[in-house]
């Protein structure tokens, strides 16, 4: 793990397949947080997905073969990779070089990736962004592989609480799973939720308006538990409150 | 119908009041774990110490288990090696035979459960009673233990007290220390009057050939040595090499499994009867089980031999906490057996328990040989996808695969998604889908795709 303190100037972006399709707010917001920084960030175009849906699932050589494309457009590619997912940063530090053993650049990228919060506050240092946005009461559910694969350990926290106009509520068991588990979501439905139940009461006993994560796909099966039981509570990836956009 | 897979089974219990009363105790058990491991300041580096120690004895099973059976049959013990269930239960009938026993008591095991050895035992005439507190109600109630150290997790106070009341005629109470003291009762006429104990084995040692046991009621101990025969039933995979080993193991075990520092009876068996002890079995047998564990030894699945049963990952798991033990169909719940069961049975009927795992991680940050589960999970679904019943995940991740390995297919695809989102949502959300996507939609909404991805976004306004 390198200073990028003074070094920096250009990041690359890997967005994730859901981001890309499904939340392209979240990967605005990660821009607009990056150059507030000072980073230039630069989006390599022919990314895609880093393959964890296929690998999670049992399918190795469909994750070998998206693993080998994501590795081979990042690693043309220099400086910082930000991932604004713990999920797809441990799938590209972690198990992407396992699935390509043989492909050296596989290390090399994994060892470039970075997820956004770790970026911002170990590599840049940041602790108080002077966020301008709306006053926002929130709480944070920490997800898994970011938590117990990356080792992440508050700065998604650190970062709310400098910014300014965030409450942050205390989530109780915020480092429970919260029942998505990928493609286990439709595997087992009934027991993702069963799992999910758990994780709203207590997001609803906390007292926030919001729950903020570091995963939108942890946060589309919360957000989407809220909205079918009528609950006002948004589910917001962190990079967009952070950017003063919730 | 009898549900054949894990998600039947589970949909079964989730809800259930059995559910509801496994959750509030496994929880309790995590809680206690953590305390324990809070105040043992070398905590974390036992359990690096303890996992050594595990994972160097598999790597010289052979070598252990000789030194083992050598050292027991020194002492005077027999020693028998069990390729498989039915040669297990057979010798232990034989003995059974051989020493004119008619009844026999049992304390805790749970790799007497997984040979069924009651059931042979019964079949030959022998009557078989069950000692552990939480066994001899499972037994009782004609159930099946839902946890590896607490067989009746799923059961309350109140359920306990109504079964004792219907099938031991005593009066209703809920009352944890009348409910042990009715138990205790029932069983000390047996304990006295049985001719063979049947005990398990936490940890075989293999300098000494000590068997050690460990219980919270004393039940292992009087098993053990108030009959004049005593059966130790184990896997083959429960060594350590000497006593210091032990120590480590004992100081992690109830830790994780209980919040104790140490288990109530930590009983460690050297032998049958000496000439001039007062007390304990005259014979001795030690039945030593493979019934698949050699299968494990060589797969990849090898390290969750490793395990030594305290339980602590099925307590912090969420799939657990919600579905409760009998879910997994087999003897081990739990992550554990959600490893442990396929890789020693097949995937025969066993494929879709790897996928009982939302992959959190959270049972090897707990297991105190820091156990790979999920890394075994994951490969074990690569083995025995095909079997899993979730073969229709193929075409959609093999299509998948394509469009995601080619950047030119990838923007049609999104493109193609943004239509559809702006077509398909109400508000933003789509509330059903078809096919497959529908155990998404049918229990919780899902985001539409974006009218705009964020590619194509940046292509308009970023790009240079």
């Not at chain 2, 549900?3 to 009041?17: K, M, Q």
């Not at chain 2, 919040?259 to 000496?274: K, M």
């Amino acid at each position: 793990m390198g200073d990028y303190r003074r070094i920096v100037s250009r990041v690359q972006l890997f967005v994730t397949c859901l981001v890309d399709g499904f939340f392209p707010d979240v990967g605005r917001a990660t821009v607009r947080l990056l150059e507030a920084q000072g980073c230039e960030v630069e989006f390599p175009v022919d990314q895609t997905c880093c393959g964890q849906p296929a690998f999670n699932a049992g399918y190795r050589d469909q994750a070998r073969s998206i693993a080998a494309h994501t590795v081979a457009v990042l690693d043309e590619t220099e400086g910082p990779i930000v991932v604004p997912s713990g999920s797809c940063a441990d799938m590209l530090v972690h198990h992407v070089p396992d699935l390509l053993p043989d492909d050296p650049a596989a290390r090399r990228v994994a060892d470039r990736v970075r997820e956004l919060t770790a970026f911002l506050v170990d590599d840049l240092g940041v602790e108080s962004l002077g966020r301008s946005g709306p006053d926002v009461c929130v709480t944070y559910h920490r997800s898994c592989h970011g938590l117990r694969n990356l080792g992440l350990s508050g700065q998604a926290e650190t970062l709310l609480d400098g910014a300014g106009g965030v409450d942050r509520r205390e989530l109780q068991g915020t480092e429970e799973c919260c029942g998505f588990g990928g493609l286990f979501s439709i595997e087992m439905p009934e027991v993702s939720v069963a799992i999910l139940e758990q994780k709203i009461e207590n997001i609803e006993a906390s007292g926030a308006d919001v729950v903020v994560g570091g995963d939108v796909s942890c946060l589309m099966h919360i957000g989407g538990g809220l909205h079918r039981k009528g609950s006002p509570i948004a589910a917001r990836h962190v990079a967009e409150v952070l950017a003063g956009e919730s | 119908m009898t549900p054949v897979t894990f998600r039947e089974r589970a949909n079964l219990d989730i809800g259930t009041h059995k559910a509801a009363a496994n959750d509030v105790s496994a929880r309790r058990l995590h809680k206690k774990r953590a305390v324990a491991a809070a105040e043992f300041s070398a905590f974390e580096s036992t359990r690096d110490r303890a996992r050594e120690i595990r994972l160097h004895t598999l790597a010289h099973l052979d070598r252990y288990l000789g030194e083992f059976a050598d050292s027991v049959e020194r002492l005077g013990g027999n020693v028998f090696f069990a390729a498989d269930a039915a040669e297990a239960n057979e010798y232990v009938t034989r003995v059974a035979g051989e020493e004119g026993v008619s009844l026999a008591v049992k304390s805790k095991s749970m790799v007497t459960e997984e040979i069924e050895l009651n059931h042979a035992l019964e079949a030959a005439g022998v009557e078989v009673v069950e000692s552990d507190l939480g066994e001899f109600i499972v037994q009782l109630a004609g159930d099946r233990p839902s946890h590896i150290i607490a067989p009746v997790l799923h059961k309350t106070r109140q359920d306990i007290g109504s079964l004792f009341r219907d099938e031991l005629g005593v009066d209703y109470t809920d009352e944890a220390s009348e409910l042990n003291a009715i138990a205790r009762r029932h069983l000390r006429p047996i304990f006295l009057s049985a001719d063979m104990g049947i005990s398990g084995v936490n940890f075989g040692v293999a300098s000494t050939g000590s068997i050690a046991t460990v219980t919270n009621e004393g039940n292992g101990r009087l098993t053990t040595t108030a009959p004049r025969v005593h059966v130790a039933v184990m896997g083959m995979e429960r060594l350590v090499p000497n006593p210091a080993d032990l120590m480590v193991m004992f100081d992690v075990l109830a830790r994780s499994a209980t919040g104790q520092r140490l288990s109530v009876y930590t009983n460690i068996v050297t032998g049958p009867r000496r000439p001039g002890d007062p007390d304990g079995p005259e014979r001795l047998d030690v039945v030593i089980i493979d019934n698949g564990r050699s299968r494990v030894l060589s797969s990849s699945a090898s390290e969750i031999l490793a395990c030594i049963r305290c339980g602590a990952c099925l307590n912090v798991c969420p799939v657990y906490r919600v579905v409760g033990g009998h879910a997994y169909g087999g003897v081990y719940p739990g992550p554990v057996g959600s490893v442990l069961t396929p890789a020693m049975a097949g995937a025969e009927g066993w494929a879709d328990l790897p996928y009982a795992s939302t992959l959190c991680g959270a049972c090897q940050e707990v297991c105190p040989i820091r156990i790979e589960i999920p890394r075994m999970l994951a490969e074990l679904r690569a083995e025995m996808g095909k079997e899993s019943g979730f073969g229709w995940l193929r075409t959609g991740l093999a299509a998948y695969s394509r469009v995601a390995s080619h950047p030119v297919l990838w923007r049609a695809f999104l493109s193609a998604g943004a239509v559809f989102g702006k077509a398909a949502g109400r508000d933003g959300w789509i509330e059903r889908l078809p096919f497959h996507a529908g155990n998404w939609t049918d229990y919780r909404d899902l985001p539409a795709p974006a009218s705009e991805s964020f590619r194509s976004w940046w292509r308009k306004n970023r790009a240079t």
